[in-house]
């Protein structure tokens, strides 16, 4: 039996890859099934009822191999796979999927995949960025709290991921595209900025990507000294190895080793300033240099195609949609994961903080940032049912409050360490 | 202002009131079909009373969910200046006037004096936690009370007006199979609600009917409150003296500390890591030395007597004893040890000593040297050794005067006076250093001079000396208000979970000379609501479209403006 597991779980990665493909797929099937009704000579409703019947069967079989993925890595680790950043992406990926299959099962309309699928496409390639190794835990992170904490934040959060959907379906179902009116125009180009920075996310993951394929490498050093708990200094040296060219050097260092990039550029463009020496901020820093690089291009590109704003393009998937509909659907996933949100993220974390560091809450950033996002969607949830914030407004904090909960997950991380640092980006 | 508040069915409502109480009928004529302002089933509040007196005032404010919404988001922003550079409270020993400047320049110096270095402990932050709590429980108040009174005394023949302009709502014939028994068919439409999961009241004469499911739903928001503010205040108690206790101790093993503030010793008897095998370690963890498992054998002691006299064995007394790893710990009482840190800190702990005659090789007598609480004087064989100086951390300062670095046994250096057989009658001075490695290098037998080529004391094996090879640091804690804490959180999530995952769904019917008036109205999930009235009409036999129910899009503007007429707030 156990000779059986073990060869399963040998291809753990393979059934995620498939998993990934499959939601690709399923995703271009939404889009078929949504924009084909006119030119595919059958009826309308029977074609989209039938495209979204394959669409949908098609999102299942990749999440069954998620799934299968899941265990199967749980069982070679011996521990739950949410202990690294790897590993809790796929799993927040999973779990917006399962958002997803329970929102569409709900509704069934066909949008919620061409818009939703995505958001879960993009966090599992963002996943795959992280490094994959199966980590030992270390003890803070051995508790049984600590699977029930993560899972359920995550599920929580990836309902918010759908309201995230759902809002940005209703935004570009009623911004006018014709309109010459300031409002009409200011909308507009916020909605077109919320596309760019999915698309700098998408950018972010494809350059790292490619650059790994490629195999490049820069190595810079810089001698520290470090105080050992006992008082006594002790000289180190610290390295920081960039995969993606640095255009920024970190402050303050050597450069020991750089692939040319491009056969031009032999060093660093410019070095970080000195305020920017936090651990790694240099390399941080050019990376979001590079990601904002690339999603520009990749913004570009797709504008030239469209020769239209993205969002005015995206928008036909959603015609003949009611926008109350996709109001409801924005602000019921979003009551959905409210209470999933408060047990995992606070509950259950002040009940795991409680056991291992013998406070409930210690005003970690990432502890603060749960806050946070929670007070967000209780602000978002008290004007919508007390202050009547329907529709656009509501569709605008169901968006702004994903990019809260991202930042939460992985800006805390990025930016601010703490406890939770363990976590590493 | 006199506002005429007696509407036509010649019910009296009080002041603020926008549906009569009895029969639903919009009070405040603003024209149109759009659909009603539902909320609280159109009650008047407290909040809303003319003429307010100063206390109505502070009601009124705290009454208001624009004001909570707004304590919300200051709080949210608040929370995060907080985050932006790390709290003091994170760091144990550090002068903060110090650490931020030199950490993080100008802006840390800024940081650290706006407060924001504690931002959570700050008076602006605690104040918006407690208008919070405040928010919470008036306004809560101010609409539960008014809607328990209108959801408890329901009259179920409503208004046409009510009942058409609800956002879902339905007018047209009777199907003809029933168009003259209107009885029979709202007695069809019941067991039709009935199979939904309604609860159905018909009035008098059979043709007007209430159907209701998952009211309960309603109190969810205010249970949640509720848990909120026993959770609140749980946290404003731990502020109360002796309620809550934070600190961080070392524990070398084998060496019984005292807690401070409670009554207790406790002694690391052993302490023990383990660390992962070099094959269980992949990636970037290879050939680092990562720590699997500590552990501290811990005893907790009270003291019965001898507890302050360094000159005597305190007497313990056993109360607990308990294994503490991360994630276990030590619980008794209220008192709670949590496993925080590990140092290896190989320190001497006790000795036993021998004297020896050096010139003849004998033994002459011993006794066990305690490092950290040494006695005044000590009995070798017919010798006597009066303790005159201890250094636990043996070193010389500018002058060479000797002095000690710290209270922890690193270098321990002890002076005795020996007197005995052979020895000058007031004793003569001894130096003792029991670490080989102190006694070469403070050369312990030049300073001894002429009794060194006498007397020697010094330990026979290993077997003679005792180590405490590591301190375990442990994050001793009190907490009293820990079950109010769960208590409250637990049942704002019934709440949570009973205001989110049901809804409250009400269907009113009348009808009169064969024309059917159907209003429906939830607090959430509208679409659900459509689909169950246009299912309990289709089994009647009247076909409609679920989504032709809803009052259509452009009304819902004059709804908005309506509610601003409606009362001062909302």
Redesign the interface.
């Known amino acids: 039996m156990s000779d059986i597991l073990e060869s399963i779980s040998a291809y753990s990665g393979t059934y995620l890859l498939i998993g990934f493909l499959l939601y690709c797929i399923s995703f271009l099937l939404f889009v078929i099934a949504i924009t084909g009704k006119k030119w595919s000579g059958s009826e309308p409703e029977a074609h989209g009822r039938r495209w979204g019947k394959i669409a949908f069967t098609v999102a299942i079989i990749g999440f069954a191999g998620h799934l299968l993925f899941f265990f199967t890595r749980w069982y070679a680790a011996g521990h739950i796979p949410t202990s690294n950043m790897y590993e809790f992406m796929t799993f927040l990926a999973m779990m917006i999927i399962f958002a997803f299959i329970i929102v569409y099962l709900l ?1 069934r309309v066909l949008a919620i995949g061409a818009f939703a699928l995505p958001v879960g496409i993009i966090i599992l390639a963002y996943a795959s960025v992280f ?1 994959k ?4 835990l ?3 992170l ?2 049984y ?1 600590l699977k029930i904490h993560v899972t359920t934040a995550a599920a929580g959060e990836a309902f918010f991921a759908v309201g995230f959907a759902g809002g940005l379906m209703y935004l570009l179902r009623t911004i006018d595209y014709r309109s010459k009116d300031k409002a009409a125009r200011k909308e507009r180009r916020w909605a077109e900025f919320t596309l760019y920075v999915i698309l700098i996310i998408v950018a972010f993951v494809t350059t790292i990507f490619s650059f790994n394929a490629a195999g490049y490498k820069a190595v810079f050093e810089k001698q520290v000294t470090v105080t050992g ?2 008082g006594q200094e002790q000289q180190v040296t610290q390295q920081e190895l960039y995969v993606l060219p640095p255009i920024v050097a970190p402050y303050d260092t050597d450069m020991k080793e750089m692939t040319p990039f491009l056969g031009i550029m032999k060093e660093p463009l410019f070095g970080a300033p000195s ?1 920017l020496k936090g651990a790694s901020a240099g390399r941080k820093l050019n990376t979001v240099i590079w990601s904002v690089l690339a999603g520009s291009i990749l913004y570009g590109l797709l504008r030239l195609l469209c020769r239209k704003p993205l969002g005015e393009a995206a928008s036909p998937l959603l015609a003949g949609m ?4 996709l109001d ?1 659907i924005a ?2 996933a979003i ?2 994961g ?2 999933i949100f ?2 995992g993220a ?2 259950f974390a ?1 009940i795991w903080a ?7 809450w ?4 990432k502890e ?2 749960a ?2 996002t929670w ?2 969607y ?2 978002y949830l ?2 919508r ?4 914030w ?1 529709g656009k407004k509501s569709s605008w904090l169901a968006v702004v409050g994903f990019l809260v909960v991202m930042f939460t997950l992985v800006g ?1 991380n990025l930016v ?1 360490a ?1 406890l939770h640092s363990y976590a590493g980006v | 202002m006199f506002e005429n508040t007696k509407c036509d069915c010649g019910h009296q409502n009080p002041v603020g009131t926008t549906l009569c109480e009895s029969c639903g009928k919009p009070l405040l004529e603003h024209t149109g079909e759009a659909a009603l302002e539902m ?1 609280y089933d159109g009650m008047a509040r407290r909040s809303q009373k003319a003429n307010p007196n100063p206390i109505d005032r502070i009601w009124r404010f705290f009454s208001s ?2 004001i ?2 707004y304590l ?2 200051i ?2 922003l608040g ?2 200046l ?3 550079y ?2 003091e ?2 760091f144990i020993n550090l002068d903060p006037s110090i650490y931020y400047e030199t950490e ?2 100008l ?1 840390g110096k800024l940081y650290y004096m706006l407060g924001l270095s504690h ?2 402990e700050s008076w602006w932050f605690i104040t918006l936690l407690m208008m919070i709590g405040t928010s919470l429980v008036i306004c809560s108040l101010d609409r539960v009370l008014p809607l328990y009174r209108a959801l408890s005394k329901q009259q179920i023949r409503k208004h046409h007006h009510f009942i058409l302009r609800q956002k879902v709502s339905y007018e047209g014939p009777l199907p003809e199979s029933h168009a003259d028994r209107p009885a029979a068919w709202v007695e069809e439409a019941k067991a039709a609600l009935r199979r939904k999961g309604y609860r159905v009241h018909l009035d008098g004469d059979g043709t007007a009917l209430l159907a209701e499911k998952h009211r309960f739903s309603r109190w969810g928001p205010y249970i949640n409150h509720i848990g909120l503010i026993i959770f609140l205040l749980a946290v404003l108690m731990r502020s109360i003296p002796g309620w809550h206790m ?1 600190q961080y101790l070392a524990f070398p093993e084998g060496i019984p500390v005292k807690v401070p503030e409670t009554p207790y010793y406790l002694v690391n008897e052993k302490f023990t890591v383990d660390y ?1 095998q070099e094959d ?6 290879k050939g680092k030395i ?5 552990e501290t054998k811990a005893v907790l002691y009270t003291c019965k007597a001898n507890c302050d006299d360094p000159n005597l064995d305190p007497e313990f007394q056993e109360v607990h004893r308990q294994d503490i ?5 030590l619980i008794y009482k209220s008192f ?1 040890a ?3 840190d590990y ?1 290896e ?1 190989p320190l001497l702990r006790a000795v036993h000593v021998t004297l020896k005659d050096k010139i003849a090789g004998t033994d002459l007598g011993g006794f066990d040297l305690s490092m950290t609480r040494p006695k005044s004087s000590y009995n070798a064989g017919t010798y006597i050794l009066e303790l005159k100086g201890y250094f636990p951390d043996f070193g010389l300062d500018d002058r060479g005067q000797p002095i000690t670095n710290s209270k922890d046994p690193n270098a321990p250096a002890f002076i005795f006076v020996i007197k005995g057989p052979g020895l000058a009658e007031a004793g003569e001075p001894y130096m003792y250093f029991p670490r080989e490695i102190d006694k070469e290098r403070f050369r312990q037998d030049q300073i001894n001079g002429a009794i060194a080529g006498k007397l020697e004391l010094g330990v026979n094996s290993m077997e003679d000396v005792q180590i405490s090879a590591y301190t375990s640091y442990l ?1 001793i ?1 009190m ?1 009293k208000a ?1 079950a109010y ?1 769960w208590v409250g ?1 637990a049942i ?2 019934i709440g ?2 009973m205001g ?2 049901w809804q409250h769904r009400r269907i009113w019917l009348r009808v009169d000379a064969g024309t059917l008036a159907l209003g429906a109205h939830t ?5 659900g609501l459509r689909r169950e009235c246009a299912d309990v009409l289709a089994k009647s036999g009247l076909t409609v479209d679920p ?1 032709s129910l ?1 009052k259509a ?1 452009e009304k ?1 503007t004059d ?2 403006s309506a ?1 601003f007429k409606g009362g001062p707030e ?1």
């Open positions: 509704y490094p190794d199966i980590q030992p270390i003890p803070a051995q508790s709290w708990k006992s305020w009611d926008p109350e509909d409801e602000y019921r009551a959905i409210y209470p408060t047990l606070l509950i002040m409680h056991e291992a560091w013998g406070r409930f210690g005003w970690d950033p603060v940032w806050l946070i007070l967000f209780a602000a008290h004007l049912l007390s202050r009547g329907q805390v601010i703490g | 909320r969910v624009k909570a919404v919300i988001v709080t949210l929370s995060m907080g985050t932006i790390p709290q409270s994170t993080y320049g802006s931002t959570y934070d992962y269980e370690l992949v990636g970037s963890n990562v720590p699997k498992i500590y790893i991360v994630n276990k710990p709670m949590y496993q925080f140092e800190t994050n804690r907490d820990m804490i959180a704002s999530m949570l979970i989110f995952y607090n959430k999930n509208w679409f989504k809803e899009d819902k709804r908005q509610k909302s």
